[in-house]
């Protein structure tokens, strides 16, 4: 079973920053599989954040773009996601997938960790 935490999440003012970590249990699965980030604000649907691939390759969401960057950590078994620029509209609980797909979600979610930003 895979197991996902979260963390770093926080409260903060509109234009600062934030760190979120997931850490995937040791000797896991996490090097052979892409990592994504979602995120899920009240009322409204998941929606993608930011992936990254095995390979380092990275894409984001358009909301995004410029301020916030995902990296991973293969010996750590753990995945980042730095966000800049805070802004209200960011405020969400934000939640790690283990092998999401260039579009779709894998079935491996952490419990997610709450992100509120004011502004």
């Known amino acids: 079973q895979v197991q996902l935490v979260e963390s770093g999440g926080g409260l903060v003012q509109a234009g600062g920053s934030l760190r979120l970590s997931c850490a995937a249990a040791p000797g896991s699965i996490f090097s052979r599989n892409a990592m994504a980030w979602y995120r899920q604000a009240p009322g409204k649907q998941r929606e993608f954040v930011a992936r990254v691939t095995t390979s380092g390759n990275t894409n984001y969401a358009d909301s995004v773009k410029g301020r916030f960057t995902i990296s991973r950590d293969n010996a750590k078994s753990t995945v980042y996601l730095q966000m800049n620029g805070l802004k209200p509209e960011d405020t969400a609980v934000y939640y790690c997938?283990?092998?999401?797909?260039?579009?779709?979600?894998?079935?491996?979610w952490g419990r997610g960790t709450q992100v509120t930003v004011a502004s």
């Open positions: 997938n283990l092998g999401a797909s260039a579009t779709f979600p894998s079935a491996y």
